[in-house]
């Protein structure tokens, strides 16, 4: 029997009420989307769906977009901060699969909870504040892979750019504990269809 659908706020760290949404029955998975994603963004909805079969999926608005509040500032801890709150939410040990920039985001989030029991990560993105420097962020991120010690899935599209599919390579050699694979894609991106085998097949 699936599982009822649901939504509420989550209150974050500094009180930022922060907008999620509950649909499928199974082993619980939360999608963390790109830096200005929320839940109704067609990426996450088709997802979402998809996995609702066989997960109890979460899906949440990023700070200041949609439902959820801006809060007094936004910082990368407020980001994971965020994310925590949702998992609070979940009551137990919560799959992650995260995108673009949602993906080093929930890597973090891995580093400094023990809900999180195992990550996909797909085509990590960093980042940049104004005035950034790329390689030093880039370390900073990686370095701060070390803590991470749950079974990741990193993945990169074939069609995707040296520098996505290097990043992503990148990433999963980092982790002590973390797996690449290049999933086949068109100028599109990935299939649909071919994301959510990879994922279910990772999460099997």
Do not use: C
């Not at 949440?60 to 965020?82: F, P």
């Not at 899935?153 to 995707?160: D, H, T, W, Y």
């Not at 694979?181 to 085998?197: C, F, K, M, N, Q």
């Amino acid at each position: 029997m699936a599982a009822m659908s649901a939504s509420g706020k989550a209150i974050s760290a500094d009180g930022t009420p922060i907008a999620w949404s509950r649909q499928g029955s199974g082993p619980p998975l939360a999608i963390v989307g790109p830096l200005l994603a929320h839940r109704s963004s067609p990426a996450t909805v088709v997802l979402a769906d998809a996995l609702a079969q066989n997960h109890t999926v979460y899906t949440y608005d990023r700070r200041g977009i949609g439902e959820s509040g801006m809060g007094e500032e936004y910082t990368a801890e407020s980001d994971v901060d965020d994310l925590l709150a949702v998992l609070q939410v979940v009551g137990g040990s919560t799959d992650l699969y995260g995108f673009d920039e949602g993906a080093f985001l929930a890597l973090r989030a891995a580093e400094e909870s023990t809900v999180v029991s195992r990550v996909v990560a797909l085509e990590p993105t960093l980042s940049l504040a104004d005035g950034e420097d790329e390689l030093m962020v880039l370390q900073s991120e990686i370095e701060g892979l070390a803590g991470v010690r749950i079974p990741v899935l990193v993945m990169a599209g074939s069609s995707s750019g040296d520098s996505t599919r290097d990043l992503a390579r990148q990433t999963a050699d980092a982790l002590e504990t973390g797996e690449f694979l290049l999933v086949e894609s068109d100028t599109r991106g990935i299939p649909d269809a071919a994301l959510t085998d990879a994922i279910e097949s990772f999460l099997a």
